[in-house]
């Protein structure tokens, strides 16, 4: 299954709110996590279950599927300096479970 | 806090075997729950690369399918990846990973680069 995000940078300033979006080549139902990486660290989990947030992720973060679980988006409200960051989606209905391309958020 | 730690050669020639072992701390893999292994490419994306449950059922990236061994050692609470033989192309900083079910990766280790050079 092919995940595609858009864009794949964007550029926003504290306080923004941004979205990105994670499209799969056919339906995932909720399967779906999004990650945040830092650069040289890991990436951590944001959201799973395609809505879900992750123990101790801020609640300016959510997420939501459309389009019959093929479609998703990620967004941020009042974006903080930490957040400054690459964002991945990652679908979980089929082995092999595949990542998004990425999307690179920066200060503007 | 269950905490992850990659380690291994950082240095492989091409053609031979990268081998990397993820020690579990905090946590008994035989608990359960899916162990996996990620990598990234310098300035690239995250691929997947296979993932082991404490049982030893595995799934594999099928492009790297022939390549590639994960198994888990669970006296040791350790599980290990085999990937041969490598190119240049396998050149990247590898993750080890816990996976919830159903689910995402939520306990990372903090990443090994392994540098496939002669």
């Known amino acids: 299954i092919q995940m595609t995000q858009s864009p794949s940078a964007l550029s926003a300033s504290i306080g923004d709110r941004i979205t990105i979006t994670c499209r799969a080549s056919?339906?995932?139902?909720?399967?779906l996590a999004w990650y945040q990486q830092r650069p040289g660290k890991a990436p951590d989990l944001l959201i799973y279950?395609?809505?879900?947030?992750h123990s101790g992720v801020p609640s300016r973060f959510s997420a939501s599927a459309f389009r019959s679980g093929t479609e998703f988006t990620l967004t941020i409200t009042s974006l903080q300096p930490d957040d400054f960051a690459t964002y991945y989606c990652q679908q979980y209905y089929l082995y092999p479970l595949t990542f998004g391309g990425g999307t690179r958020v920066e200060i503007e | 806090q269950v905490q992850l730690q990659e380690s291994g050669p950082g240095l492989v020639k091409p053609s031979e075997t990268l081998s990397l072992t993820c020690v579990v701390s905090d946590y008994s893999i035989s608990s359960g729950y899916y162990w996996g292994w990620i990598r990234q490419p310098p300035g690239q994306g995250l691929d997947w690369i296979g993932t082991?449950?404490?049982?030893?059922?595995?799934h594999y990236n099928p492009s790297l399918k022939s390549r590639v061994t994960i198994s888990v050692d669970t006296s040791k609470n350790h599980f290990s990846l085999s990937l041969s033989p490598v190119t240049a192309a396998d050149t990247a900083v590898y993750y080890c990973?816990?996976?919830?079910?159903?689910?995402?990766?939520?306990?990372w280790g903090q990443g090994a680069l392994v540098t496939v050079s002669s």
């Open positions: 056919q339906s995932i139902d909720s399967s």
């Open positions: 082991i449950y404490h049982s030893g059922t595995t």
């Open positions: 990973a816990r996976r919830q079910f159903p689910g995402g990766f939520d306990y």
């Open positions: 279950e395609a809505s879900s947030l």
